[in-house]
Every structure is written in C-alpha cells, then in structure tokens.
C-alpha cells in the first residue's frame, strides 16, 4: 500500500501543478472561452491526464527518496544490509530482472515498497520497523513480495489505469467548471477567476474519488505480489508475514503451478503468469 500511495500522491499533486500551469498560459481560459466540443475536451484530457501519469511514473523513484527518506544501500554497513541486498539479488535473478536499488527508511511500523518506471532499474525499500519486527524468513518473504510487483510489470499498469481516470478528472472538472462559471456566475466569456477556482477544488474531490478506484485495481495486483512472494521465499514465511501485516494472500495457483514442474525447472511458469 506505500507504494500506491506515494504513486497516488505523486500523480495528484502533478495534476494540480499541471491545472495551474494551463491556467498560467491561459490554455484553460481558451478553452473555457471557445467553448469548445466534448470531444476536443476530452482529448485534451487525455493529454495531460496520461501526461500527468507518465510523469508520476517517472519521478516515482526521486520522489519516494525523498518523500520517505530513503537511504540507499551503496555499500552495507552490516551482516543486516549485506543480507538483505544479497537476497534482493537472488530473488532478481530468479525473477528475471535487473538488480534493483536496495533502501531502508525509518519507520517504527513494518513496510516496504517497490517503485521505478523500468523493471531493470526499480527500488525496493524496507522499513526500520519491518528489520526490527519480523523473523529473517518473513523479511524474505516480504522482499518476494516487492520483487513481485517489479517482474509484473504493476507500476507501469498502475500508470495506464491512473492514466485514464486522470483524463476523466480533467474532463469532468473542466465541465464542471464552465458550467458553474456561466451558469451560476453568469460570465458569459468563460475562463473566469471562479471557473479556475471550481476546477481546482473539483480536481481535487476527483482526484481523491479516482484514487478509490485505482487502489481497488492495485489490490487485484497485490494477490499476484503474494504469490510470487511465496515462489521466491517460501509459502510458510508469506503466511508469515501476511499474518503480521493482516493482508490476505492468495498463491494456491501459482504454487501448484510451480510444484507440477518442479521437475523441470526451464518450464516453470514465469511470475508474470502468476494469478
């Protein structure tokens, strides 16, 4: 959930850095003016709202640096740092990416993440509360977890979802917004002071709406993080940590996936099949 959240709120605060830029150039008040049809609207929309969410995708791993404080493991300072960039490096491997930055932050509640617009240079991040709580195998077991969202792809499917509620943020705002603007405060030229403001604040009930919706899609993907969790640790330590962290798992599919070719290990399922 970290990472959804730093996605969400990255993304939010990029459209609303984006709505005072157009404002700034006067590209709102063109359009509020010209009174254009839905359809260049909607375009329009859809331009700055995958726009918007690329962005997000972008400097999400600048972002969550700094946004969580985190300190990245270049060279361990102890046997606890050296084991978990070594384990982070197996479960790559075995995944089938790159070698991702490895961070901890400080935070006394047991967390972690994964983030970064490439699969081959992504960060996985744990919690000084997670080291501290958990069991070494559990903490394995959660590391498969974030090496799972990284294999399959989840931010950049994360990025496409968010893409296109942003453009019906943008989109509806922007209706909301001229219809208040002529309709209410009978400015028949469009592009007022109010229309600027009713975008905003509908932008921003929106924007909190939409990412409603996204995190239930980003749930969906959790279960698929689960069970590569317990494909690159074990299953006994992810029901570990799940019952640590009270989120639900699912890798029954996987795992016996996994098991009926045990014998063959260059057949075995990638994680990205995994559901």
Not at 158 to 184: C, E, M, P, S, Y
Not at 195 to 202: R, T
Request: aromatic share 8%; hydrophobic share 50%; with cysteine.
């Amino acid at each position: 959930m970290k990472r959804i959240l730093l996605f969400l709120v990255t993304n939010l605060a990029v459209v609303f850095v984006l709505s005072i830029v157009m404002r700034i150039l006067g590209i709102d008040q063109y359009i509020a003016a010209q009174g254009g049809s839905a359809y260049g609207l909607l375009v329009f929309a859809a331009v700055f709202g995958f726009g918007g969410a690329i962005i997000s995708l972008l400097i999400s791993k600048w972002s969550a640096k700094r946004m969580m404080g985190v300190r990245i493991i270049d060279q361990p300072r102890d046997n606890v740092e050296r084991w978990i960039v070594d384990t982070v490096r197996v479960q790559a491997q075995e995944a089938g990416i790159g070698m991702p930055e490895v961070g901890i932050f400080d935070s006394p509640e047991p967390n972690a993440f994964a983030t970064g617009a490439n699969k081959n240079k992504a960060l996985v991040a744990v919690s000084t509360g997670l080291l501290q709580r958990m069991r070494k195998e559990e903490v394995e077991a959660v590391l498969g977890h974030e090496i799972g969202h990284v294999a399959n792809g989840d931010m950049v499917t994360l990025t496409l979802i968010q893409g296109v509620v942003n453009t019906f943020v943008i989109f509806l705002a922007r209706i909301i917004g001229n219809f208040v603007d002529k309709v209410i405060f009978k400015n028949e030229n469009g592009g007022g002071i109010a229309y600027f403001g009713v975008v905003l604040v509908a932008e921003l009930l929106l924007g909190i709406l939409a990412s409603i919706i996204v995190s239930w899609f980003s749930r969906k993907r959790e279960f698929r993080a689960d069970a590569a969790g317990a494909l690159l640790a074990s299953p006994a330590a992810m029901v570990g940590r799940s019952k640590r962290s009270s989120v639900r798992i699912s890798p029954r599919v996987c795992l016996s996936r996994w098991r009926r070719s045990a014998s063959a290990p260059a057949r075995r399922p990638a994680l990205s099949g995994c559901s």
